[in-house]
């Protein structure tokens, strides 16, 4: 069976890519710990924007970390699922926007 | 209806096995009494006690799929009225300030009124834990809100989620829509309602393997929801962590989860949770009238140590010398911001 291009424990190690490079990941995990405290968002509303980014640039870790995070936030699966419908709408607006411009093309191109 | 895992002789419903699993911990989990001992809280001595809990029942007419106690339907372990009876002379005897009513369904066994009418004579401040949907059970339940507004008694009741959804994959089918019903008929008579000392506290407890999330923001999303769509109130919301016993056990051997969900405790072990664990200041009183540091160690016969066991012979002084016993689920109680009957601790 072949490797897979993703493992899932791979995720724990998150913390290691400071042995590379120890500086940038402390001065990295500093900033995030401090983005997803509660501010002028809640916990919850952050964990759910994140379930809902990591939807949009398809990262497998992201999807397992913030459905987690989203549910120890006390988050259920109506408001889950509607953050990722927010997701789909932005990606299919974005693509459907364009169509704005395949307009302005086809109408500049034809009598 | 869903049986309890001692009417299916399934394994996890002998506490034997279960205490041989949370005694051979996984590979890297470091035992709950080598932890606590690093932060000189080893052996766990107790505070004052200030609550006696009593278990006065397995019987229930729910077989929730998380549930510690394994209740249901089909279990007849009941409190007879002179256990009942020793319970409140060790009360009279001692200055204890609460008395936590808990089972199954307490409110099933025949003497749960005559139970509390007696420690009211006592001038004791009265727990109850009730399930709600027992209110509609059967008319004869139907006036327990009057019964417990009558005697000023705390009502805590379950309620996994403000979505039917979560409550029901949990508690059972229709049962986030009987528990509205009861929580509505409560508020009828004054519970939970500004202006009056009647106190309904809710208890969050996670759907799964996963860890509660903070209790005041919970608590916010509850009331915001409760009264939006349902025009129900409380007074506070306890967010509670599941423990890893009887049927959440189960549920995490059977699924592959029992080893990260005890990692996953072990990490948000909190060292300034352990002074304020409930099992410091709290005896538990069995069905049967034999006594434990705490509802959970009930479920897994673990009687006192160091003291007589049993109410009849109840000695609070030498309680009060005890060693705590602990295994694995004992994290359960020192995860994150800590948790107890009462919700969160540190």
């Given at each position: 069976m072949s490797k897979p291009y993703?493992?899932?424990?791979d995720l724990k190690k998150f913390?290691?890519?400071?042995?590379?490079?120890?500086e940038l990941a402390k001065k990295f995990f500093d900033y995030y710990g401090e983005v997803f405290?509660?501010?002028?968002?809640?916990e919850r509303e952050k964990s759910l924007i994140a379930l809902a980014v990591s939807h949009a640039i398809q990262c497998p870790y992201c999807i397992d970390a913030y459905t987690t995070d989203s549910l120890e936030k006390g988050a259920d699966e109506a408001q889950m699922m509607e953050a990722i419908h927010v997701t789909a709408a932005i990606r299919g607006g974005a693509s459907l926007v364009h169509g704005v411009q395949m307009m302005n093309k086809t109408k500049d191109l034809t009598m | 209806m869903t049986k309890s895992l001692k009417a299916q002789n399934h394994?996890?419903?002998s506490t034997a096995y279960q205490m041989e699993v949370l005694d051979s911990p996984p590979k890297g989990i470091t035992k709950f009494a080598d932890k606590i001992d690093t932060v000189g809280f080893y052996p766990l001595k107790p505070a004052k006690t200030e609550i006696l809990q009593?278990?006065?029942?397995?019987?229930?007419?729910q077989t929730c799929k998380h549930c510690h106690v394994d209740a249901?339907?089909?279990?007849?372990e009941i409190m007879t009225r002179e256990t009942m009876q020793q319970c409140i002379e060790a009360l009279a005897k001692s200055d204890i300030k609460t008395v936590d009513l808990t089972g199954g369904?307490?409110?099933?066994?025949?003497d749960f009124r005559w139970f509390v009418e007696e420690i009211k004579k006592l001038d004791r401040h009265v727990i109850v834990r009730c399930n709600l949907t027992i209110i509609l059970a059967n008319p004869k339940y139907h006036d327990l809100p009057d019964f417990f507004k009558k005697h000023e008694i705390e009502v805590v009741s379950s309620?996994?989620?403000?979505?039917a959804r979560r409550t029901d994959a949990q508690r059972g089918e229709g049962v986030f829509e009987k528990s509205i019903k009861a929580l509505q008929m409560l508020n009828q008579v004054g519970?939970?309602?500004?202006?009056?000392?009647?106190l309904l506290n809710l208890v969050y407890n996670p759907s799964g393997a996963f860890l509660p999330p903070s209790q005041a923001s919970l608590e916010r999303d509850f009331k915001n929801k409760l009264s939006k769509e349902y025009d129900v109130a409380f007074n506070n919301l306890f967010a509670i962590t599941n423990m890893p016993i009887s049927r959440f056990l189960d549920y995490l051997v059977s699924s592959g989860k029992y080893e990260e969900y005890l990692q996953k405790l072990v990490d948000a072990f909190?060292?300034?949770a352990i002074a304020n664990v409930m099992c410091r200041n709290t005896i538990s009183i069995g069905w049967d009238g034999y006594l434990y540091d705490c509802d959970f160690n009930q479920m897994l016969e673990m009687k006192v140590k160091?003291?007589?066991?049993h109410i009849k012979n109840f000695d609070i002084a030498a309680l009060e010398q005890r060693e705590i016993l602990v295994s694995q689920h004992c994290y359960g109680c020192t995860a994150g911001a800590g948790s107890s009957c009462g919700g969160e601790i540190a």
């Open positions: 993703y493992v899932e424990e913390g290691n890519i400071s042995e590379f490079q120890p405290k509660e501010g002028a968002l809640s | 394994k996890f419903g009593v278990n006065v029942g397995k019987m229930c007419n249901g339907p089909d279990r007849k369904a307490p409110e099933m066994n025949p309620l996994p989620h403000f979505s519970y939970g309602k500004e202006g009056t000392d009647l909190n060292p300034s160091d003291a007589p066991q």
